[in-house]
């Protein structure tokens, strides 16, 4: 059965809203029934008090620190891991591209844990085989390179899926503001791992020791966790504040329930929508995460400032990661935002393509707020679109499943294309016309429209 897809609902009437008024003036308790929704519409951590709303917000952050930073480690020091391992430039960009590929490959089976064993546990469990997966990767053999790649993709596809839906429940009222907040962490740990993994090779003797040492990062993040699993606990396996199947809708709002029409959630518009933005803008992050230092090396960039500037657009990203999903949050549509996001991502990516070196500080900038822009758009068009939880969980494990399996394509292509022609016109410019694919789909994703 498709996705049910309707206009927001309008807000009520001071008529309706009007207690002993309307078609349920007679049924007993009706008032109290009319203003139940609004109330529990309150985040779920606000009701529990401000210690645990820190603690969970503590853990949130600490979780989605790790998100991009074992991945961004990576980058500044692909020429090193290449020489080391004799790989050719493909074979180097797939070090980016397993993960990513599993990431989509992984998404389908998160919902499924999360019904079985909570959102709380499965989180845990999804940041220690990360931690697991950062320490594989660095063990001495290519085969244990590419089974970190791999065990480390499906963490993140796991944490991908299940972070959305906890912050949709946990924050319904502030799920935008909150998935600025979440996105901008992500991106924090990129910048982190981009600025430091250079002179964490210098201390720690090698590539091997400073990729192995974002382990520690995870381990971390599963302690700082940990008192979620109590919380999970006591509310059983859909975890703490999990909305009732057959909640009372808010006023105003559809009585389809969302658990039922969202499981046709692929064959709706809309949400294939939100996948080809989210998609087609992870294809141009991962590219870039892998190749950009590189590119700025080949156009005349000394390695060190290629680095630095690589670590300046992570950081840049994390104003667009934080802005964005705020204007989003109060906006009825988001098609303008879309637009400029993809808008300033080509206007960067062709600065590269004119000038690598040359400019190479303003690309930085204009592709910073554009990719961290477009993630943070991209998560909020998930909780933006989806009616409740349930709904939002389904559309996220959608777009994290065509989304990561898009752009797994990105860092291969654009290492076998520089080989195959000797230089980066090609590849920068296919990533050119990508970006008006992603502003078409994301001037699709930013109606105003809500699945279930």
């Known amino acids: 059965m498709p996705a049910t897809e309707s206009p927001r609902p309008q807000p009520p009437s001071r008529a309706a809203l009007r207690p002993g008024t309307g078609p349920d003036a007679r049924r007993p308790g009706a008032d109290?029934?009319?203003?139940?929704?609004?109330?529990?519409?309150?985040?779920?951590?606000?009701r529990s008090g401000p210690a645990r709303t820190g603690l969970l917000l503590a853990g949130i952050v600490l979780v989605a620190l790790n998100m991009r930073a074992c991945l961004a480690a990576v980058s500044p020091m692909?020429?090193?891991?290449?020489?080391?391992?004799?790989l050719s430039s493909a074979a180097s960009g797939l070090v980016t591209a397993v993960p990513v590929l599993f990431q989509g490959a992984g998404a389908p089976l998160t919902p499924r844990l999360v019904r079985r064993h909570g959102t709380e546990r499965v989180v845990l469990g999804a940041v220690l085989l990360l931690a697991a997966g950062v320490l594989l990767r660095v063990l001495p053999a290519v085969a244990a390179l590419y089974a970190g790649c791999v065990v480390i993709g499906v963490a993140i596809s796991v944490l991908n899926v299940a972070m959305p839906g906890l912050i949709k429940r946990e924050f319904p009222e502030r799920a935008a503001a909150m998935t600025g907040v979440y996105s901008t962490a992500m991106l924090v740990g990129a910048t982190l791992a981009a600025a430091v993994s250079v002179p964490l090779e210098h201390a720690l003797g090698g590539w091997r020791a400073s990729l192995g040492s974002w382990s520690v990062l995870a381990l971390v993040a599963a302690a700082g966790w940990l008192p979620q699993l109590a919380r999970g606990r006591s509310a059983g396996p859909e975890g703490r504040g999990a909305a009732p199947r057959a909640a009372v809708p808010a006023a105003g709002a559809s009585a389809v329930p969302a658990a039922a029409p969202s499981a046709g959630?692929?064959?709706?518009?809309?949400?294939?929508?939100?996948?080809?933005?989210?998609?087609?803008?992870?294809?141009?992050?991962y590219s870039l995460?892998?190749?950009?230092?590189?590119?700025?090396?080949?156009?005349?960039?000394?390695?060190?400032?290629?680095?630095?500037?690589?670590?300046?657009?992570?950081?840049?990203?994390?104003?667009?990661?934080?802005?964005?999903?705020?204007?989003?949050?109060?906006?009825r549509s988001q098609r303008g935002l879309a637009v400029?996001?993809?808008?300033?991502?080509?206007?960067?990516?062709?600065g590269l393509l004119a000038a690598p070196a040359a400019g190479a500080w303003l690309w930085a900038l204009?592709?910073?707020?554009?990719?961290?822009?477009?993630?943070?758009?991209?998560?909020?068009?998930?909780?933006?679109?989806?009616r409740g939880a349930a709904v939002a969980a389904r559309l996220s494990g959608m777009t994290q499943t065509v989304g990561y399996l898009v752009a797994a394509a990105g860092p291969v292509a654009a290492g076998a294309?520089?080989?195959?022609?000797?230089?980066?016109?090609?590849?920068?410019?296919?990533?050119?016309?990508?970006?008006?694919?992603?502003?078409?789909?994301?001037?699709?994703?930013?109606?105003d429209r809500v699945l279930g």
Not at 32 to 46: D, Q
Not at 340 to 350: D, E, F, Q, T
């Open 417 to 447: 294309l520089r080989q195959a022609t000797g230089g980066w016109t090609v590849p920068l410019g296919l990533m050119l016309a990508l970006c008006a694919v992603a502003a078409a789909a994301g001037f699709g994703a930013g109606r």
């Open 32 to 46: 109290r029934a009319r203003r139940a929704p609004g109330r529990s519409a309150l985040a779920g951590a606000a």
């Open 78 to 86: 692909a020429a090193e891991l290449q020489r080391g391992l004799g």
């Open 289 to 331: 995460v892998a190749w950009m230092p590189t590119i700025l090396a080949d156009g005349g960039m000394d390695r060190g400032e290629a680095g630095l500037v690589f670590a300046s657009s992570n950081l840049v990203q994390v104003a667009g990661a934080f802005l964005v999903p705020l204007a989003a949050g109060r906006m």
């Open 265 to 285: 959630v692929w064959r709706s518009r809309t949400a294939w929508q939100v996948s080809v933005f989210m998609g087609i803008s992870s294809l141009l992050v």
């Open 366 to 386: 204009l592709i910073g707020v554009a990719q961290g822009g477009s993630l943070g758009l991209g998560l909020s068009f998930i909780v933006l679109r989806a």
């Open 340 to 350: 400029a996001m993809a808008s300033l991502n080509a206007a960067g990516i062709a």
